[in-house]
């Protein structure tokens, strides 16, 4: 504790006090809420916060386009994702995924980006530099991905096909001449006399690595505080196909999900002056985010096992400000589902909170958050408290580039 | 050694600086050769053939995957001991990274020729590559054995190192 600076120490005063409350929150049955009607994940945000080290998400909305689509519309997070390095990998992936009799297997989720994939060993800097075409390219990544039903009984098989894409990126470290200078300007040592044996230039290799190493980790480091919150619009598509035997010639179109986001960075310019060039201050960002989702097969409440055809779209938007290391959070959305059978509903949700780095691997993040509508199961007379809730973690609640 | 973008250099042994890209196209460096003598047994440098009646001799290094990458070459004696000539360079500037040995190709009979530097990630993502491709060319056209690649997976930075010996037949 006595390393800890009297920052550090108020806010762990803080999350005493929070923690006291919480305990306080879970013992009166959110009392503080008034409201009768709380479900069970009101319940279940009542309970004790993970340890540390498990990662956090408690501000629920996620703005930003899937890095896999593919995996997003399933609802995978797998544990085992192939990222081809070569055109052979990935065939050898594809190839490996299909049994005998051709058809594909569940647990496939391959992700890359085809410009590194396929070209990648020929693009050199000044070909990605010079062309708006190759930097769109290189910023598109494919997934694929398939899973089985959800049930012992389900013989389901479901796949899915993402492209993801950012149109405009103003945060493209290729393309940002400070990093470039600053990668240019470390120096790296050279050998006085030819290496004439493999022993000796393994060995110079390895020790010019991990000597180089921290330089350009500060490099990377101080690209991430000058550009945390670069403005950027990126844009996904996920088409997915279900088979309900299992078999490939049974695949039939389940819908297709559609992400479009768009960030723009907050910052406060400080002109030129006489000899000093001009600074830039980030100090936040706006996202909004729409998506939409067709023939979305969802659960039944009311009927265990069946499910229903349902579409849906939401916007969203998240005002970020402060800094890579300690921000507030303000969030917004509305989402409207369309069943197939019966009456549409909108929710409206608001939620704020904030997050601040404690030390290198440990974060501590905060949010309340409300919601009005949603299924009429769900419907309240107006907005509601619905959570509020802290916990330490290594990652932040909201992710900053 | 080098043809570019860069001012000719009369000594054997030029100071090492990536800025001088930036200096104006000239002649080829004269470089002081010493007569071939024979290369010590104990090495696994591999060779590059070149003919001792052809044109002028080229090296050349890329860098794929576009990433960062700084480098040097250099070209030393047959001995490995004394070093001729280097030049340095980063990928990330508009400067093609081509240089004419300026010794003809008889002159540059088991000569070495050692291209080292790094290859740096833009950024710490994970599943990144790096490439960096070495081509010995005479008359515009490859040696044998003057094409050497090293493909690999790149986290935050790798070092290269890279020998061919010249061999004029």
């Known amino acids: 504790m006595s390393a800890l600076t009297s920052n550090v120490r108020a806010w762990l005063v803080v999350l005493l006090v929070l923690a006291s409350c919480q305990a306080l929150h879970a013992e009166t049955g959110n009392a503080e809420t008034g409201n009768a009607d709380t479900d069970n994940k009101d319940s279940k945000d009542a309970s004790p916060p993970p340890a540390p080290g498990t990662p956090v998400k408690l501000i629920t909305l996620d703005l930003a386009v899937p890095d896999s689509p593919a995996f997003a519309i399933l609802g995978l997070s797998p544990e085992t994702v192939v990222r081809p390095s070569t055109p052979r990998d990935l065939a050898t992936t594809v190839l490996n995924g299909v049994d005998r009799r051709g058809n594909l297997q569940s647990g496939l989720a391959v992700d890359f980006a085809p410009l590194f ?29 398939t899973a089985k039903g959800a049930t012992d009984g389900d013989k389901s098989l479901r796949l899915a096909l993402g492209v993801r894409t950012t149109l405009w ?74 088979s309900p ?6 695949f039939a179109y389940a819908g297709t999900a559609v992400w479009a986001s768009l960030a723009l960075g907050l910052s406060m310019s400080e002109p030129a002056t006489s000899g000093a060039p001009a600074q830039v201050h980030p100090f936040g960002q706006l996202i909004v985010q729409g998506r939409y989702r067709n023939k979305e097969m ?11 055809d349902q579409d849906s779209a939401g916007v969203g938007a998240r005002l970020l400000l402060g800094a890579a290391d300690r921000a507030v959070v303000i969030e917004t959305q509305v989402a409207r589902q369309s069943p197939k059978t019966g009456s549409s509903t909108t929710s409206v949700s608001v939620s704020g909170g904030g997050q601040l780095r404690l030390a290198s691997d440990l974060w501590v993040s905060l949010s309340v958050g409300a919601t009005r509508g949603g299924s009429p199961n769900e419907q309240r007379g107006g907005f509601v408290l619905s959570s509020l809730k802290w916990a330490l973690s290594r990652e932040p609640a909201v992710k900053i580039p | 050694m080098p043809t570019r973008s860069r001012k000719s250099k ?32 104990a090495d696994d440098v591999p060779v590059a053939t070149i003919a001792a009646a052809g044109g002028p001799v080229s090296v050349e ?18 001995a490995g001991a004394t070093e001729l000539a280097r030049e340095s360079g980063v990928s990330t500037d508009p400067i093609p990274d081509r240089f004419t040995l300026s010794p003809t190709a008889r002159q540059l009979d088991r000569h070495l020729v050692q291209w080292s530097g790094a290859v740096d990630a833009f950024s710490p993502a994970p599943a990144q590559q790096f490439s960096v491709i070495f081509d010995v060319t005479q008359d515009g056209a490859g040696v044998p054995g003057g094409h050497v690649e090293k493909t690999g997976p790149l986290t935050v930075t790798q070092a290269f190192l890279g020998i061919l010996r010249l061999v004029a037949k």
């Open chain 1, 117 to 145: 994939l396929f070209a990648g060993k020929e693009l050199t800097y000044n070909n990605y530099k010079s062309s708006r075409g190759t930097q769109l390219y290189g910023r598109t990544q494919i997934s694929f991905a």
């Open chain 1, 169 to 242: 990126d103003q945060g493209d470290p290729r393309l940002d001449e400070t990093l470039v200078t600053c990668l240019d300007d470390i120096p790296i040592p050279v050998p006085t006399t030819a290496l004439l044996t493999q022993a000796a230039r393994d060995a110079w290799v390895a020790k010019a690595t991990a000597e180089r190493r921290p330089a350009v980790e500060g490099c990377h480091k101080a690209f991430k505080t000058r550009a945390w919150n670069a403005s950027s619009f990126a844009v996904g598509v996920a088409p997915s196909w279900q």
């Open chain 1, 245 to 250: 035997t299992g078999e490939s010639k049974d």
């Open chain 1, 298 to 308: 969802v659960p039944d409440k009311n009927t265990k096992g069946a499910f229903f």
């Open chain 2, 10 to 41: 009369q000594t054997t042994k030029p100071k090492t600086t990536a800025k001088t890209k930036a200096k104006a196209k000239t002649a080829p460096m004269l470089v002081a050769v010493p007569k071939a003598e024979a290369a010590p047994a």
């Open chain 2, 61 to 78: 290094i890329a860098f794929g995957f576009a990433q960062h990458g700084k480098y040097t070459i250099q070209l030393f004696d047959p």
